[in-house]
């Protein structure tokens, strides 16, 4: 009954930008953290940026200073703002939202992921 949609991946030369969207739906299930995660060939999946209820964030080394995690609470949905990107920064880009549902609190849901493919 939750879901949650990624999209903005896309092909893109190194040190372009890209913006990726996610969105959580229903708007009964009350968004308090969301977060992009992402995964590489052969690599495991890694935290990229979080975003919790009061606006605080968190981002993996590999990316301070170039994304930017951001939220529009009326819309229930979550950015990421991906600036001068890297051939390693190519992956599938999963949005995780994290709340409260049908009385229940902790709930966590995961996107499908969209692609971000960063040419050399």
């Known amino acids: 009954q939750v879901q949650v949609v990624e999209s903005g991946g896309g092909l893109v030369h190194a040190g372009g930008s890209l913006r990726l969207s996610c969105a959580a739906s229903?708007?009964?299930?009350?968004?308090?953290?969301m977060g992009w995660y992402r995964q590489a060939p052969g690599k495991q999946r890694e935290l990229v940026a979080t975003?919790?209820?009061?606006?605080?964030?968190t981002y993996a080394d590999a990316v301070k200073g170039r994304f930017i995690i951001s939220r529009d609470i009326a819309k229930n949905t979550a950015f990421l703002q991906m600036n001068n990107l890297k051939p390693e920064d190519s992956a599938i880009y999963y949005c995780?939202?994290?709340?409260?549902?049908?009385?229940?609190?902790?709930?966590?849901?995961w996107g499908q992921g969209t692609q971000v493919t960063v040419s050399s």
């Open positions: 229903p708007t009964v299930f009350r968004v308090k953290a």
């Open positions: 995780s939202a994290r709340g409260d549902f049908g009385g229940i609190s902790g709930l966590e849901y």
């Open positions: 975003i919790r209820s009061g606006s605080d964030t």
